[in-house]
């Protein structure tokens, strides 16, 4: 809540209402086409989302510890190398311990893409795409694509903007959006199941893409919404990192499909 | 070469996997930094299913194509086949040649003998598998490929040749395609070979 307050005055129903169920569970998303905040050459006229279910909050500390102690191999002391990096729950006070930096109902964060990925497949669920991802972000808190709206696209710059030091809230504390979802902006970063198809790179950014066989086909993404920094802020982040990768501000939450 | 060392770990991992306390020995038993920590299923050309973990056992290059790219993924080919044409005969029966599909809708196994036959790839070496869905991205993780699927069946993709050591773990990589191979890979590949 206190990550987006310009939505507080306006919205105390919702936020009333919302609050009973606030954290856990899933939400039903309707189908629907989307239009990404990137260009995308092959689907100029938006893609076609299927229906789906997304967890309401990003995974806790809690709930992550309970699956590493269901599934060691995902310990830190445990997991492969290639699978998670070193700094990989670092932040833990021990292998099977959350301690005082790693409180239950924080967002957890220093995971990598194959450990949230394994993780939503032992809820026999998965992670959301990035598409998904993006869809359910663009709502605020009565529309459902808040995206033209530049009040709404300040709201969630402001966040960017704060420096990282501060310990993380709990999941759930904000408001919820117009599906019922919280925490989608101004808490962290989420993994998605095709982080690793925005294919955004350094290359592209610095030599243009023509000339470059690393790509095969239609090459690198570009966005046809200049403005949709937060969006592009997440591309440009999700494309830097390697599936090993984890960093402070990077959680997941899981979806899937009814 | 191939198929009966294949079958053997198949086979063992079947008979270890029985046994619920020793299934982590075999895992322990890879290094950290292997890419056959991965769990993943696949099937080659020949519909025979296999873990990733299974290609464990001799240097293997590696790849990510997909059977109805018309343009860089034949090139890849041409690459993978030209490097291979620098080894001496010796060489060749030690290394595998492993193009992995990041299309398994499209790719079957029909699919994928079909490029076997069409390139003249050497079944002796050259290994064609399609991954489970489930699994594909996480392939492509280890690896370092990207790719994106788009609308009209095409995909974006990062061209990546891997080299791996008998474990698993990333000896070299090389995104150069051509018709030549690319010299400083062709020395990792020798340097993987020598006794």
Known sequence: MRRIPVLLGMLSLTCTVAAADSAGGWVSLPGGVFRSALELPDAPDGTRIPAFELARTPVTNREFLDFVRSHPRWRRDRVPAVLAESRYLAHWAGPAELGSTALPEQPVTWVSWFAAEAYCRSQNARLPTWNEWEYAAAADALRRDARSDPAWRETILAWYSRPSTQPLPAVGADSANAYGLRDLHGLVWEWVEDYSALLVSADNREQGAADSLEFCGAAALSTSDRDNYAVLMRVAMLSSLEGAGATANLGFRCARSP | ?195
């Open chain 2, 1 to 195: 070469m191939m198929r009966p060392a294949c079958i053997t770990t198949c086979l063992a991992i079947a008979a270890v996997c029985a046994l619920p306390d020793t299934t982590y020995a075999v895992e322990a038993a890879l290094p950290s930094d292997s890419v056959y920590q991965l769990d993943a299923m696949l099937v080659d050309q020949s519909a025979r299913p296999l873990r990733f973990r299974d290609l464990r056992g001799k240097p293997r290059l590696v790849t990510m194509i997909y059977t109805q790219c018309k343009y860089v993924c034949p090139m890849i080919v041409d690459c993978v086949k030209a490097l291979e044409r620098e080894l001496t005969p010796a060489e060749r029966l030690r290394i595998g040649f492993v193009l992995i599909s990041m299309d398994p809708k499209r790719d079957t196994p029909a699919a994928l003998q079909e490029v076997m036959t069409t390139r003249h790839l050497n079944p002796a070496a050259w290994t064609l598998l399609r991954p489970d869905a489930a699994g594909l991205r996480g392939i492509a993780g280890v690896l370092g490929v990207r790719y994106r699927a788009l609308a009209d069946g095409e995909f974006n993709h990062t061209t990546e040749l891997v080299l791996l050591d008998a474990d698993g773990r990333i000896l070299a990589r090389s995104a150069l395609i051509g018709g030549r191979a690319d010299p400083g890979l062709l020395a990792a590949v020798r340097a993987a070979l020598s006794p």
